[in-house]
C-alpha cells in the first residue's frame, strides 16, 4: 500500500483561506481529499485523476476549493478558500489505482480507496 502523510491543517477564522498537502510514497492514477466530522459520516471533498487532471468536487466545495497535484503528481494540494465553520473537520487523503470513471465518482464511493492518511485537523470558527 502506498504511505500518505497529509499536513496544513489549522485553526481559522470564516472567511479564511487554508492549503492542505499530502504526500504520497508513489504514484497512484487517482487521488482524493475526505472529510469527517464528529459524529458524521466521513464524506468525499475532491478527487483527481492523475492521468488526464479530471476532477470532481462535492456541491458543498464546488467555486471554494482546489484540488491539485505537483509535477511529479506525488503530492496532492487542496486549496480552500472562504471557509466556513460548516468545513471544519478531519481531512484525510487517499490514493487508488483506479480507472477515471472511479475516480470521478470517489467523492460518493470510496469503497475503492485502500490507502488512506492519517487526517489533518480543520477548524473553523466564525
Known amino acids: 500500500q502506498v504511505q500518505l502523510a497529509e499536513s496544513g491543517g489549522d485553526s481559522v477564522q470564516a472567511g479564511r483561506s487554508l492549503t492542505l498537502s499530502c504526500k504520497a510514497s508513489a504514484w497512484r492514477s487517482c487521488m482524493a481529499w475526505f472529510r469527517q466530522s464528529p459524529g458524521k459520516e466521513r464524506e468525499g471533498v475532491a478527487s483527481?485523476?492523475?492521468?488526464?487532471?479530471?476532477?470532481a468536487y462535492a456541491d458543498s466545495v464546488k467555486g471554494r476549493f482546489t484540488i491539485s497535484q505537483d509535477n511529479r503528481q506525488t503530492t496532492m494540494y487542496l486549496r480552500m478558500n472562504s471557509l466556513k465553520p460548516e468545513d471544519s473537520a478531519m481531512y484525510y487523503c487517499a490514493a487508488a489505482s483506479v480507472m477515471n470513471d472511479t475516480c470521478q465518482r470517489a467523492i460518493r464511493d470510496f469503497s475503492s480507496f485502500h490507502s488512506w492518511g492519517q487526517g489533518t485537523q480543520v477548524a473553523v470558527s466564525s
Open positions: 483527481v485523476w492523475s492521468l488526464d487532471n479530471s476532477k
